[in-house]
C-alpha cells in the first residue's frame, strides 16, 4: 500500500468481465485483437492468472499483460490478445490458465535479425538499414523482399525539384514475444543525403492465426515550413515476380467492383485463348498448361501489351482514379474512377504475393496505392501517405505578421479574431502524425472475396470492449454510469446525448472534414450567416480539444459500448495527441490552442497535450504509441520555463516568482499533468509519481482560499505549490480541461484531506448567486461563464456531501442552458440548401453539455427528475435530404 493512499473499504468480489464487439457481433474476418479490462480494486491480486472463453466456456487461446495497478497493488487493468481466427460473439475474462495457440507467434533474435515466426509464415526485421521487413517467406518460399519508408522533398512547393528520402533504423526493440501476439518497435530518421530528419516510430504487430503484420507508422516533422515541403510520405513493398506475365496478378479494391486485372491480359482478346485460360485468369490461378491455349493465342502472346505500372489515386474524399501503363515513358491510359477506395492493393502471382492496406486512406487524403515494375523480376507495392502525384505539403503559416509584432497588437488581433498570434510561434516543427496499414503475405494470389474481407476489416477493424456494466463496476474514471432511460427526463438526456454524437458524426462528412493533416478533428464554432462553420476565423476553426470533447466522447464509449462513438473518439485521439501537440523542439510536450491551422495559435498549453484525453483510448486497448505519447508528457512542465502562457494578459501585475517555480494554474496546466504522472505511477508502479500528485495535491489544499486561489507559484523540483498569500481568483476555464474527472479519480485514490475540501468548496461556490458568494467570500463576485458545464461541479459537492438542495440546484443550473447549449432541450438543427445544420452551436458548449449530462445523470439523477424538460418532438427533427453538401 502506497502512503497516502485511500484504503478500500472491503475487497471487492472477483466477478469475470464479459467481452463484446462494439458492432454488435462477431466480424466475417479480423485479424487480431486487443483489449483492455478494469477491475474493482483488491478483486484481482498482483499475479492472478487470467484467461479467456467464449460464452459456452470454451477455451479461447490469449494473452494477458497488466496496464495499470490499484494503489493496494491489485489489477486495475488488464490487457487480452485473442488470435485472429477467434469468432465468437461474445468472450468472458475470468481466471484461470491461459491456453496458448495451436500455431502460436514465436520470436527469435540475433544480432543482425529479428525474426517473427506465425505458422509457417517468417517476418525477417532488420536492426539496421533501410528494411524494416528484411523479408517474408512461406514455407520456405520468398514471397515478401524488403519493406521501407519513402519519401521525398522539395525546398519550393510548385517547382521544385524532389529529393528523396528513406527510413533508416536506429534502434529496434522486442516489446512482446507471444505467443498470441509479438510486437516489435522499430525507431529510426529519413536519410537524404547527408541529413537525417524526420524522427519515426513503427510498431509491428503479429497475431496468431492471420498471414498480416500491421504496422502502426507514426512520424515527426521535424523541417522547417518554409522551406521543407514533402512532396511524398509511404510504405514501399518490395514483391518478386516469378511467373509468367499472363499470371501475374494486381488487385485494387474499390468501393465498387474490385478492379482485378493480369499483367498480360487473356481476356477480353480478338481471339479467344480458350475459357479455361480466361477463367483461371480472372480467378487468380494459374492458367493450364501453355500447350493447351488456343494457337492463335499462344504464337502471339508476345504482342499482347504487358502493363507494369498501375496508380489508384485519391486526391480527395470524393474521388478516385487508377491509370495503367506498360513502362516508364510510355502513356498512361485510365481505367477506372469511383466515390472512396477502402485502400487496399495486392500483386503477386500462384507463387506468391504481397497486399498493403492503409486505414483512412480516403479520409486522410491525399492518398495512394502503387504498383510498379510488374513486369520485371520484383514488382514495388507503395502505400503512400501522402501522395507524389498531390501538390506538396505546406506547412507554412497562412498569414503573415499583419503588423502585430508587440503583445498589444496581437491582443487587438484576439479581440477581433479570437487568435492568440505572435510571430514565429506559428510553427509546424514538432507535430506528428501516426497512421494504421496491413500488410499480407500469400503463398499465392487470393480470390477477389478474400481481398474484399480484408479490406473491410483494415479500413474499419473490428475492436472487443468490455461491457460498459463490468467497466462501471470497476470505479474507474471517476464520476459516470450506465446508459439510463428509466424517467422521461433521463430518456430525453439520454435522446440528446445520442443527437449530439449523430451530429458531429454526420458533419465530418458532410463538411468534409478530412485530410492527413485534419483528419479525426472538428470545427469549434458555426457561422449562421455563411451556413457554415468557421474554418477560417482564428480561433473559432479547427476545435483541438478545446473544452474537452475528447472525454465527452469516450465517456459515452464507456457508458454505452456505442460503434459509432467509438470511431469518432479513436480518430479525434489519433489526431489531438498527435498533431495538435508537439513532440519535438521548444513545445515539446505543449499543444495549440484552436485556430485555423492546427499549429496556428500562440498559446502552447497542458490543456491541449491533456493526458486526460488519452487515458481512456490507452486502457481500452493496450495501443502502445498512446501508451507512449502519454509517457512522454511527464516531464512537459519543464518546457514552461521557457513557454510562459499568461505572457499576454494586459493589465496584469506579476508578482516575482520565488526561484525554481513557474506559474501554474490548477486546472488547465496541473490538473493535466496530474493525470500523466497518475497514469505513469498506475503504468509502472514507481512511487516517484504518487509522491508528485500527493505534493500538489496537499498544497494546493493549503493554501488560504485553497483551490478558489485558481493559480499560484509551482516548484518544479518538490512538485508543491507556494503560498503567497493570494486572494480568490476564478476562471471560468480553470475546470473544464478535465479538471474534474481528473480530481474526482484522485480523490477516490489518495487520501489527501485539504485537496478534498478545497476542491469540494470550489464545486460547491463556483456557480453559486452573487448574493450567496459575496456574504461568503465578499466582493468582487467577478464574471462567470459556461454555468450549464458547471453544474457538474454543483453535482459533485451535492452528491459527496450529501445536500440535497444543492443537487437541485445542479439540476437547475444544468436544464438552464445558461452559457452553455442554450436551446437544449429543443431540437434547433434544420435543413438548409440541403445541408442539416445546428445554428449557433460550438463544439464548446456540445463537450460541455455532454459531460455536464453524464456526470449529473450519474451524481443526481432524482433532482433531474424533480424538474421539467419538455423533449423534442419527433414533427421538429430536421431530415438530411440527399443533396448532403451544400
Known sequence: MVPGARVAAAAAPFRPAPIRWIDGSAPALHVGQTFGVAWPRSAVKLGTALTVTDRNGDAVPSQTWITAHWPDGSIKWSAHAVPADVVADSLIVSRGRPTVPRGAVRVTEDADTVTITVGDLRWEIGRSGPALVRQASMAGRQVLGPVTLAGAARTEPLHGADQPFEGRIETVTVEQRGPVRAVVKIEGRHVSGDRRWLPFVVRLYAYAGSTGLRMVHSVVFDGRASQDFISALGVRAHVPMRAELYDRHVRFATDAQMFAEAVRPLTGLRRDPGTAFRAAQVAGRAVPPIEEMAKTVRSTLNRIPAWGDFRLEQPSANGWTIAKRTAPGQGWIDADQGHRAPGLAYVGSPQGGAAIGVRYFWQRHPAALHVDGATGDDAVLTAWLWSPGAAAMDLRPYHDTMGMESFDAQNEGLSVNYEDYEPGWDDASGIARTSELMLWAFAETPGSDILRRLATTQAEPPQLMAEPAHLHAAGVFGDWGLCDRSTPNRAAIEDQL????????????????????????????????????????????????????????????????????????????????????????????????????????????????NAAYRRPFYYLTADERVGDLLRDLLTSDQTLTTVEIGRKVPGKAKTPLPAGTIEMTFGTTWCPLAAAWLTEWERSGDTHWCDRLIAGLDSIGRLPK???????????????????????????????????????????????????????????????????????????????????GHSRLTAYAAFHEKDDALATRAAVEFLSGDAGLGTWPRDPRHVVDGVLEWPGVSTNAAAQWGLAAIENLALVPGALDRETIVAPSASRRPRLRDAGRD
Not at 516548484?715 to 503567497?724: A, M, N, W
Open 498 to 609: 445520442a443527437n449530439l454524437v449523430d451530429f458531429y458524426a454526420g458533419e465530418v462528412d458532410r463538411r468534409a472534414w478530412y485530410g492527413f493533416w485534419n483528419h479525426g478533428d472538428v470545427m469549434h464554432s458555426y457561422d449562421s450567416d455563411r451556413h457554415r462553420w468557421r474554418y477560417d476565423i482564428g480561433g473559432f476553426a479547427w476545435d483541438n480539444s478545446e473544452l474537452s470533447p475528447d472525454l465527452w466522447l469516450w465517456y459515452q464509449v464507456l457508458r454505452t459500448g456505442d460503434a459509432r462513438t467509438w470511431r469518432l473518439a479513436e480518430a479525434m485521439t489519433r489526431h489531438t495527441g498527435e498533431v495538435d501537440v508537439y513532440h519535438t523542439g521548444r513545445f515539446k510536450g505543449l499543444g495549440t490552442r484552436h485556430g485555423v491551422q492546427h499549429w496556428s495559435d500562440s498559446s502552447k498549453q497542458p490543456r491541449v497535450s
Open 706 to 788: 485553497g483551490w478558489m486561489t485558481g493559480s499560484a507559484p509551482f516548484d518544479l523540483t518538490s512538485g508543491r505549490f507556494v503560498d503567497q498569500g493570494r486572494g480568490v481568483s476564478i476562471s471560468h476555464l480553470n475546470a473544464v480541461f478535465g479538471a474534474v474527472e481528473v480530481s474526482s479519480e484522485l480523490i477516490g485514490l489518495l487520501d489527501v484531506p485539504r485537496y478534498r475540501t478545497a476542491w469540494l468548496t470550489y464545486c460547491r461556490w463556483y456557480n453559486a448567486s452573487e448574493a450567496d458568494y459575496v456574504a461568503r467570500f465578499g466582493a468582487p463576485f467577478g464574471a462567470r461563464n459556461l454555468r450549464e
